[in-house]
């Protein structure tokens, strides 16, 4: 529900999900963990949707960190999510990919490295630069 613009696209993903997971059961591999696997599989789904839109999907409030605090609060959380979000623009297709799953997909290297079929040292070397070129960016804006 908060990657998607509505309530019906979020209920066409997740049917989409549904489908993709029942018809992978068999090819799943039980060493992996589940919770990962079926990560993927709705991670993959959310970018499928925007890609279909020819836009990116757009994050809520609530991901953002928008609560019920006061006016000022609330910009600074928006302003915030400007900057990060500029600053993943900036990271190549393979260093954001790597770096998503990484943080919010919680995979492991060696998990990022069969999902997208590139051997583990590049991974590591995609998550690296990723967070390099982050420090940086950030830095020059003072968020951290």
Do not use: C
Request: charged residues 30%; without cysteine; aromatic residues 8%.
């Amino acid at each position: 529900m908060r990657k998607a613009d509505s309530r019906d696209e979020a209920e066409d993903i997740m049917q989409e999900v549904l489908i993709k997971v029942w018809k992978g059961l068999p090819k799943y591999k039980e060493e992996n963990r589940f919770s990962s696997w079926l990560f993927s599989i709705a991670y993959n789904a959310v970018i499928d949707a925007g890609r279909k839109k020819n836009s990116s999907i757009i994050n809520s409030d609530e991901d953002i960190g928008i609560t019920n605090n006061g006016p000022f609060e609330n910009f600074v959380a928006l302003e915030t999510n400007k900057i990060i979000e500029n600053a993943l623009s900036l990271l190549t297709d393979n260093q954001k990919e790597v770096f998503l799953l990484r943080q919010h997909g919680e995979l492991s290297f060696k998990e990022i490295s069969k999902k997208l079929d590139q051997p583990l040292n590049t991974v590591i070397s995609h998550m690296h630069y990723a967070v390099k070129k982050l420090k940086k960016t950030l830095r020059q804006k003072d968020v951290i």
